[in-house]
């Protein structure tokens, strides 16, 4: 009997000891197997994608899972997701018979990457498949796919990391520090700790603290968002900052109400609301913004690096209405401003005062074509209406027959309807047009202008239309800038040297000043080829010139020809400072016009050659030969002629050639093309064009040797004049 107990004992502790190596050696490795061999084939299964598990420990009520990542057909280079680490407990009794109960989850260290493009996206499928309608989806049995009994009890998300990139559309998510949780029957919660959103045409948006909570049967349903303070970029300069209120669930199913306040850059209080609705898969939504009366003094802290200045002197307020319906955004809205003061360099050399205007538009984009429509945009100031409409097609979008477009596009229209001549002139801020102060006008004015852009095709740009100006007429012009006093002899002033400022004569009187019949017809030509070509024909410019700019401009993706005619170039060195800015340009363009209409052309020319520079503190065309070649200006050759054009545009840097006696390789090429092309134009014989390329350009000895040699003056007769 006693040996019978030991026996029966000692089986027992064997038992017991097998028991306890199960459990902690043996156990550990089977449960590992059967995650691997029997879990994650039904999670597979499920989600229809690969699971890769770098690491597994199982023990008793808890596995631990580490490197695991989700991969399916369509996420590329990235996976769908990446998990550093989960960590399960599981039901340790019911786990001995196979039959996996699944407690609490925590998810470390996750990373997901979605992505959609034209051709389709990597989560569509696998959201239909959780929602039971995929094809290895529905039913929770082990044929189905369905995970059972694996269902946890509780869910919690730590330190993730989200990022969504919609190609199709242009928009990129990223969510960084989120934390949730989730349970059956109990709300999900989830915390955002930064939250971008980024647009290939610019703006976006971004938000700190997000708090998203949701019925789990019913996400989108039931969502509702708080915002605790965000931002949304614009463009440069425009940002709203301090966005703060609630998308919630409306009454209607699958429908969020909108409601959201801030301001802008930063500055305290609120200053615009928007309100509205968004049905998400039904993309479909309204929403209105509007932005009461303020003073920019409450922003000056945004603008204190702008171009505005004073600025408690403007005020605006202004509403906009969006309308979403499927891919497209339509807008309308209106802007009301007035006392804005700005300053640029670009701009102008002074404050530009109390600009006020009143504006309408309305237009739509397309997010997947990546159009965007202006069909109406009216801006009204001092009286005078400009209407403007156009589209602009961006790199990336869908054409209609389903191309990608390679190259953005535009196209735009700018009318000014029928209005008096000095209504126009009027509403244009004195700071922007002071030498044009004083001018009266009579007649009417119109433009109606269109551009059309292709950077697949720059050589098609389109510059068309017409500016009235022609319907206007001087009636009385300022004293400095009335064009009859350049009929006669005149004095003006040129920068002989860095901010020293000499008094010049144009006329006889000057020993240096030479008439038009006293120039090198060869001279004439070569300017007329190289700067103006159509001078003799046109009415101070010619818009086709505007247009051969605008290509070459947009070619070099700068502004650096501005097609000056030769009357322009005679404002610009006679009547205005040779400031580099807008204003000083469209002076110009008014002045050229003007003057044509009181100037012969052959006057205008004579002041030309006259008055511009040819070098540092080189003015008039008499010094200039003497200076580079000891001839008169009647007694240029062809060579010589065309050096003078080649140096036109930077006569301070190109006259160095003449200090060192030798031409770049760059002149002497210029040269040559110069020749032909007035070759090609009837402005030299094929003889001339021969004997002029077989010879040498041989400038005078520097004998001072610092470029300054004493000019001397020459008997005068007329000399052939050039064709036209």
Not at 494 to 521: C, F, H, I, M, R
Not at 604 to 633: C, K, S
């Amino acid at each position: 009997m006693r040996r019978r107990w030991l026996l029966i004992g000692g089986a027992a502790l064997a038992l017991l000891l097998c028991g306890l190596l199960f459990v902690f050696v043996i156990y550990g490795h089977v449960g590992a197997w059967v995650v691997r061999s029997k879990v994650v084939p039904k999670i597979e299964r499920r989600l229809g994608r690969t699971v890769e598990i770098g690491d597994i420990e199982v023990r008793r009520g808890r596995a631990v899972l580490e490197d695991v990542v989700v991969r399916g057909p369509r996420d590329g280079d990235e996976p769908l997701a990446r998990v550093d680490r989960i960590e399960a407990e599981i039901a340790f009794w019911p786990s001995l018979v196979g039959d996996v109960e699944i407690g609490r989850v925590v998810v470390d260290g996750v990373r997901v990457s979605a992505r959609r493009d034209r051709e389709g996206d990597n989560v569509s499928d696998l959201i239909d498949r959780l929602r039971g309608g995929g094809e290895e989806g529905g039913g929770g049995g082990e044929g189905g796919g369905g995970l059972g009994r694996l269902r946890p009890e509780r869910v919690e998300l730590r330190g993730a990391f989200l990022q969504l990139r919609d190609s199709a559309e242009g928009i990129t998510v990223v969510a960084s520090g989120v934390t949730a949780e989730a349970a059956p029957g109990e709300e999900l919660s989830l915390l955002i700790g930064d939250l971008a959103l980024m647009t290939d045409v610019g703006p976006y948006a971004s938000a700190e603290g997000v708090v998203v909570t949701a019925d789990p049967d019913n996400l989108v349903g039931s969502a509702a968002v708080e915002v605790g303070g965000g931002e949304v970029y614009l463009w440069r300069g425009m940002t709203l900052t301090g966005v703060s209120g609630s998308v919630a669930q409306g009454e209607q199913p699958g429908r969020l109400e909108i409601d959201l306040r801030g301001g802008y850059g930063g500055a305290e209080g609120t200053l615009w609301q928007a309100r509205g609705w968004l049905a998400p898969l039904e993309e479909r939504g309204s929403l209105a913004v509007k932005a009461d009366r303020f003073t920019f003094g409450r922003i000056a802290s945004v603008l204190r690096d702008s171009m505005v200045r004073d600025f408690d002197d403007t005020s605006i307020d202004a509403a906009l209405t969006l309308e979403l319906e499927g891919s497209e955004v339509g807008f309308s809205g209106r802007v009301d401003l007035s006392g804005l003061n700005v300053f640029h360099e670009k701009l102008s050399d002074q404050v530009v005062r109390d600009v006020s205007f009143r504006g309408d538009l309305a237009g739509a984009f397309d997010r997947r074509a990546r159009v965007l429509v202006i069909d109406q945009a009216a801006l009204e100031t001092r009286g005078v209406t400009y209407q403007v409409a156009g589209r602009v097609e961006l790199a990336g979008g869908v054409e209609p027959d389903g191309a990608v477009r390679a190259a953005r596009r535009l196209e735009a229209r700018l009318v000014v309807p029928k209005v008096k001549c000095q209504a126009v002139l009027d509403s244009i801020p004195e700071e922007l047009v002071p030498h044009l102060v004083g001018f009266q006008l009579t007649g009417n004015f119109d433009t109606d202008l269109q551009v059309g852009i292709d950077w697949a095709d720059l050589q098609a740009t389109v510059l068309d239309g017409h500016v009235g100006i022609h319907g206007c007429k001087v009636k009385k012009a300022p004293k400095a800038m009335d064009a009859r006093r350049l009929q006669e002899p005149f004095e003006h002033e040129v920068e002989v040297a860095p901010e020293k400022w000499e008094t010049v004569l144009l006329g006889p009187d000057n020993p240096t000043y030479v008439p038009l019949d006293q120039v090198s017809p060869y001279l004439l030509s070569s300017f007329m080829t190289t700067e103006d070509s159509r001078f003799y024909r046109h009415r101070g410019y010619i818009p086709r010139e505007f247009r051969a700019a605008l290509i070459k401009n947009l070619e070099a993706g700068r502004f650096k020809w501005g097609a000056s005619s030769i009357t322009m170039q005679l404002v610009k060195n006679v009547l205005l400072h040779r400031d580099k800015t807008l204003a000083r340009k469209f002076q110009e363009l008014f002045l050229a016009w003007y003057i044509e209409t009181v100037l012969e052309k052959d006057r205008i020319f004579e002041l030309y050659v006259n008055a511009i520079e040819y070098g540092p503190g080189l003015y008039g065309i008499y010094p200039a030969t003497y200076q580079y070649f000891g001839v008169h200006p009647r007694d240029l050759n062809p060579v010589q002629a065309a050096f003078f054009s080649s140096i036109l545009p930077a006569p301070k840097r190109r006259y160095k050639q003449f200090c060192r006696d030798k031409l770049t390789p760059w002149t002497v090429k210029k040269i040559e093309r110069i020749l032909r092309l007035m070759h090609e134009r009837n402005r030299l014989t094929a003889e001339e064009l021969q004997l002029a390329l077989a010879t040498p350009l041989t400038f005078q000895p520097n004998k001072a040797g610092m470029c300054d040699l004493k000019i001397p003056e020459w008997d005068i007769t007329p000399v052939r004049r050039p064709r036209p």
